[in-house]
């Protein structure tokens, strides 16, 4: 492979693509990439790997599955995030009365 033929391919990918991010959907490669993954990445990377023939640039409908899938992943984790904080609720019922004795060892309470 020549390498100046390579890089100039890489550079002319990257000229078409947005910057700062791209969104990329994997292709399947002979070392056990999977097709169909959808990642977003930094442009420079992503005109490597178009260039490389393991990833294309997704389509409007990869990119907003994608995007719905992250904000649904987020959600969850923001649920599960207030479900293991401590609650507290403080009780003011003058009815109640709180026993600050302790029973002693061995006693039996009548």
Known sequence: MNLRTYYQNVK???EGL???YTFLTSLSTPNGGKEGVVTEVETPLAA???AD???RPATSEEIAAYKAECDL???EA???ELRSKLRVTLVSDPDI???TSKPERGA???
């Open 78 to 80: 923001k649920e599960e």
């Open 53 to 55: 023939l393991s990833a």
């Open 48 to 50: 490597h790997m178009i």
């Open 18 to 20: 947005p910057e700062p």
């Open 108 to 110: 039996r309470k009548p």
């Open 12 to 14: 002319r990918i990257r």
């Open 97 to 99: 009365q709180l026993e």
């Open 73 to 75: 992943l987020r959600a």
